[in-house]
């Protein structure tokens, strides 16, 4: 059974700096891509970071030059650091994978892990 296990969330002073984990557990291809939504109560979902199985990545403007997803020591793990935050980071981040990567990037990713808690204080 594929378990998706996040880790590292928080709360933090606008300007400062949380690292979100995650690994995939139970998963039998190497091959995977990875990344993290993020979502706040009564708006849409939103695609911040991902990493494909050779380690590129890919963010959105929103996020673009403050956060830095990389793979691990695992290649079913990955982490997304986070810097500079700021109140509109505020959010529940959810960790996912595939072999897919449109399925990953367009919300359709099989593996979510249950979400992580951040929130950004002015």
């Known amino acids: 059974q594929v378990q998706v296990m996040e880790s590292g969330g928080g709360s933090v002073q606008a300007g400062g700096s949380l690292t979100l984990s995650c690994e995939v557990l139970g998963y039998t291809y190497n091959l995977i891509s990875m990344g993290w939504f993020r979502q706040v109560p009564g708006k849409e979902r939103e695609g911040v970071a991902f990493?494909?199985?050779?380690?590129?990545?890919m963010y959105s403007d929103s996020v673009k030059g403050r956060f830095t997803i990389s793979k691990g020591s695992v290649k079913t793990s990955q982490s997304l650091q986070m810097t500079d935050l700021k109140p509109e980071d505020t959010a529940t981040y959810y960790c996912?994978?595939?072999?897919?990567?449109?399925?990953?990037?367009?919300?359709?990713?099989?593996?979510w892990g249950q979400g992580t808690q951040v929130t950004v204080t002015s």
């Open positions: 996912v994978a595939d072999i897919s990567w449109t399925s990953l990037t367009t919300g359709y990713a099989s593996h």
């Open positions: 990493i494909d199985s050779t380690g590129s990545p």
